[in-house]
């Protein structure tokens, strides 16, 4: 973790984009060539590809259930398999939904830095039964977000799922964090879940239009719901992500997306394990994929904006950690 904020602070560039509609494409998407080792993709309009099946309606259909594992298998028997992405996917809490995902028949791209972990991961998620596609990519910064995009449609030409897990959270002072360390946290923990929800939109309408819903999850914390001194950066972009979520569900529900914001408490994940706590002070990443699995069990009519995980304590958002 330590090489990657160094390096990102080395080459950290400000990116900023005019207000408007998340939806609001910004055209033809390009692939870099090295993100999936190998020859980019061909460029997507994603939003023409995505109209193009739809026809003349942008309204999904209503539906009078949710969908089942069956009926993914019966996409999958008729060659038309379901696809999900998930950040941050090599491991922890991503990897964790990943495995629930390949469990209910989607096939996978997951998105992470370490190349040898995508590999390891990938080879035991196909271990499921489905196809992985592993994309290496630093998603906090904006062409790697929208390569990861073109090489999940190039691949499998749909998006039923979107899993935004990629974050970071290092902590500091408001008066001492350095700069470049509070762009990082932007640009990796918020602004890449803003892009790729841009850019996956279009497919994720057709998917609700055939199926009555598709699905983008935001991972939060609980660190979003009552922020923290000492982690003002991190709390400040998770309570961001809930934000994001409840304004996409007002552009988004009615196109056939569900989005859900997920703000779980201390998950024992690799990334944790600076905490040194003992596990039944922690939530097991299965519990942050259940809620996913939940999730996927719902009916077109049912939205669900939040789902907050917590361990026992004293009020629902305790974390049993020392706060200066």
């Known amino acids: 973790m330590d090489k990657y904020v ?4 080395k080459g950290h560039t400000r990116e900023s984009r005019p207000f408007g509609s998340i939806a609001r494409t910004r055209g033809a998407h390009t692939a870099s060539a090295d993100l999936a080792g190998g020859a980019a993709p061909a460029a997507h309009n994603y939003r023409e590809v995505a109209f193009r099946r739809l026809g003349d309606s942008r309204t999904p259909p209503e539906q009078p259930h949710a969908t ?14 379901r696809a999900a992405i998930v950040t941050g996917g090599s491991a922890g809490i991503g990897l964790a939904i990943a495995e629930a995902l390949a469990d209910e028949g989607y096939n996978l791209t997951i998105v992470a830095r370490d190349q040898s972990k995508l590999t390891e991961a990938a080879t035991h998620l196909r271990g499921r039964g489905v196809e992985v596609l592993p994309v290496s990519g630093n998603l906090a910064r904006s062409a790697d977000c929208e390569a990861a995009v073109a090489s ?21 002072n408001i008066a001492d964090l350095a700069t470049p360390k509070l762009d990082l946290h932007l640009n990796l923990n918020l602004r890449s879940a803003y892009l790729l929800m841009q850019s996956c939109i279009p497919t994720l309408q057709v998917a609700g239009a055939e199926h009555g819903k598709a699905w983008i999850v935001n991972v ?15 709390s400040m972009t998770k309570a961001a992500m809930i934000a994001l979520s409840q304004s996409a569900h007002g552009e988004l529900s009615r196109l056939g997306i569900q989005v859900t914001a997920i703000c779980p408490g201390l998950v024992e994940t690799p990334g944790s394990s600076w905490m040194e706590k003992d596990p039944s002070a922690t939530l097991p990443p299965s519990d942050v994929a259940e809620a996913v699995r939940f999730l996927l ?7 669900v904006p939040e789902i907050t995980l917590t361990t026992p304590g004293p009020d629902v958002h305790y974390v049993d950690l020392p706060w200066t």
């Open 6 to 9: 160094n390096d990102c602070i």
């Open 152 to 172: 999940h449609v190039e691949r499998y030409g749909r998006t039923d799922v979107l899993i935004n897990n990629a974050g970071l959270g290092l902590s500091g």
């Open 297 to 303: 069990r719902t009916s077109p009519r049912c939205a």
């Open 220 to 234: 939060s914390s609980i660190f979003g719901k009552l922020p923290r001194a000492g982690v003002a950066a991190y």
């Open 68 to 81: 089942t594992n069956t009926s993914r298998r019966q996409d999958a028997m008729n060659g038309n398999q």
